[in-house]
C-alpha cells in the first residue's frame, strides 16, 4: 500500500543472528502492529504500538522485541533467530476507526 | 480471548459461478467489527468486505456480500459471477469495537477458481 513500506521484501539468515525489521508509514497513525504468518494458523500478532516508545505484546511475542522511536517506524528484532520464526512478517497501520488495518507488502524472512 | 474459525481449508469454484465461504467466531462483546481480507499470491492483504456489529443490514461490495448472522456468530462471504482473478486465499477477521485493538484472524480459506 502507497502508505506503509516495510524492508527488506526477503531475507535470509543464519540461525542464532539477530534480524530486524523495518516497518515506515507516510500516515502520521499512532497504532502499529508485527504479525507472522503461518500456514494453518493465518496471521498472529506478535507486537503492536499505540504511540512512539509504547509498544505492547501480542501472542506470540516471544523471542522478538520493538522499538518504536518515531511516529512513522516500527522496527522489530529477532534477537537470536531460529528456525521456528521462519515465516512472512506483515506491518500493519491502523486507518480510520470502523476500518480495518492497512498491511505493508510482507517480510518472507527464512532462517537457515 | 477472541477467536476466529474458518472451516474450509480450500474451496474450488467455476468461474461465473457463486461461492460461499464460511467463518464463525466467539466473542462475549456486543461492538466489534469484522472483515474479509483477500490476500493472492503477490502476498498483498487487500480489504475485501468489512460489517459493523451494530448494522443488521448486509454489507455488499459489489460481487461480494456477506451474510452477517450475529446471534450465530456466523460471517460467510458469498462470491458471485467468480472471476480467475479471484483466487486468493481470503481470511476472516473480527476486531473488538475500540478503536487501535488487534485484528483477530482466522486461518485462512483457499479459492481456486476453474477456468
Known amino acids: 500500500d502507497a502508505g506503509i513500506t516495510q524492508s527488506p521484501r526477503h531475507k535470509v539468515t543464519e540461525t542464532g543472528t539477530p534480524v530486524t525489521l523495518r516497518c515506515h508509514q507516510t500516515e502520521n497513525h499512532r497504532y502499529m502492529y508485527w504479525y507472522r504468518q503461518d500456514p494453518g494458523h493465518g496471521l498472529r500478532l506478535i507486537h503492536y504500538?499505540?504511540?512512539?516508545?509504547?509498544?505492547d505484546k501480542g501472542e506470540v511475542s516471544d523471542g522478538y522485541s520493538v522499538s518504536r522511536s518515531k511516529t512513522e517506524d516500527f522496527l522489530l528484532t529477532l534477537e537470536s533467530a531460529t528456525s521456528s520464526q521462519t515465516s512472512v512478517y506483515f506491518c500493519?497501520?491502523?486507518?480510520?476507526?470502523?476500518?480495518?488495518?492497512?498491511f505493508g507488502s510482507g517480510t518472507r524472512l527464512t532462517v537457515v | 480471548a477472541q477467536t476466529v474459525t474458518q472451516s474450509q481449508p480450500e474451496m474450488s469454484v467455476q468461474e461465473a459461478e457463486t461461492v460461499t465461504l464460511s467463518c464463525t467466531y466467539d466473542t462475549s462483546e456486543s461492538d466489534y467489527y469484522l472483515f474479509w481480507y483477500k490476500q493472492p499470491p503477490s502476498r498483498q492483504m487487500i480489504l475485501v468486505i468489512r460489517q459493523e456489529a451494530y448494522k443488521q443490514q448486509n454489507a455488499t461490495e459489489n460481487r461480494f456480500s456477506v451474510n452477517f448472522q450475529k446471534a450465530a456468530k456466523s460471517f460467510s462471504l458469498k462470491i458471485s459471477d467468480s472471476q480467475l482473478g479471484d483466487a486468493a486465499m481470503y481470511f476472516c477477521a473480527y476486531r473488538s469495537g475500540e478503536y487501535g485493538n488487534k485484528l483477530v484472524f482466522g486461518a485462512g480459506t483457499i479459492l481456486r477458481v476453474k477456468s
Open positions: 504500538s499505540y504511540g512512539v516508545k509504547d509498544t
Open positions: 500493519a497501520i491502523q486507518g480510520q476507526e470502523n476500518y480495518g488495518y492497512t
